[in-house]
């Protein structure tokens, strides 16, 4: 028996079988401790944008600790490479003038916003908008403020029913039950509402037509704050050569969290980015913000991000993730027709979702895909992800649409 504890595991399970020790990554390939080689189907767990391998990056981050790894940004302590690195999101977001605070990875993004979105109405002088609703279905991270605005009942389970206080969720696909829930509660006790612009591990849904905006314009009417949780979409995977799917869908939320492809997964590193307005009262002088993480802003975090967004924009990848939105809509999109599969949800950026008939079936069909050459992951009630890193190209598609041919038909 091992000593290592996995993450969303059956331990007994991985004691009794044994881990899937990967070795190696090159491309949208990676290999496994005996020399298997897999397509990776799912970009690692939705991060590595640019492919694995990219020594490009590996150099950046060397080079970085090898001048300084980290120092506390704490107070008024910064360092060159993430200073840079600020100005350089903060020009990718949807608001101009935004702020940007850098967190350890999304569940901590999440958390800061959560955080943000009350203590921000502290300072407006209405300390009662405490409540955050969230949607049934979504995933925010496992921190304490993200379990419990989980829309999976799974990841809430066995932790108390107040796990925190103050949160709500609503229909995933309705716009008006938020309306319904603000006339309910009253908006003075409503500090923000946060939702995925595509469903990501709950499940892999794609917004209902119109529903974004929909959601976005009741939160504007009612003095609510938006967040828009882009952890999974931020930083290319949308397509449409939009960094966020905010900005394609031209949602100009008040905060945005991120993570991901912020690095291409190469390092640990997030990002809580805020309107102009929201961080206007913590820097307008004499308030203190007692919030932050000891590896948030990571020197070396901050470097491979660098040279992350230096290969997707020297390499044209945003481009490629819309041909990828294309290619995975048209190959794909026939499984619906195969008796183990209820639907494939496609057509949005680098994203799709394999639903199966038979949930059930879902690990099994996830083992089988590994036996063709395919690594890849169940998400929600059985829809197998596929969320491929930028470079893979329209062949690849192709032969990884027939290898889930063949492990469904």
Known sequence: MGSLWHGFADMGAVTDNGPFVITRGEGVRIYDDVGHEYLDATAGLWFTNVGHGRREIAEAVAGQLSSIAHFSNFGDYSNDTLEALAERVAAMAP??????MFTSGGSDAVDTAVKLARRYWTEQGLPGKRIIVSRTKAYHGMHVGGTALAGIPLNREGYGPDFVPDTERIDWDDAKALLGLIERVGAENIAAFIAEPIIGAG??????EGYLREVRDICRDHDVLFIADEV???????????????T????????????????????????????????????AGGTWWRHGYTYGGHAGAAAAAMANFDIIEREGLLDEATRLEGDLQRAFAPLADLDAVAE???????????QLADPSDAPAAVLRLRTLGVAGRAAGLGALQV????????????????RFADALG
């Open 95 to 100: 608001a101009a003038g935004a702020k940007v």
């Open 203 to 208: 499940g892999i849904y794609l917004p209902p």
């Open 232 to 246: 999974v979409t931020g930083y290319g995977r949308i397509g449409h050569r939009h960094w966020f799917a905010s």
């Open 248 to 283: 394609r869908f031209e949602l100009d939320p008040d905060i945005i969290t991120s993570a991901k492809g912020l690095t291409s997964g190469y390092v640990p590193m997030g990002a809580m980015i805020a309107a102009p307005h929201v961080a206007e009262p913590f820097f």
């Open 344 to 354: 494939v949800r496609t057509g949005l950026g680098a994203v799709t979702a394999v």
């Open 387 to 402: 969320s491929p890193s930028f470079v893979m190209t329209t062949d690849e598609v192709d032969t990884l649409a027939e």
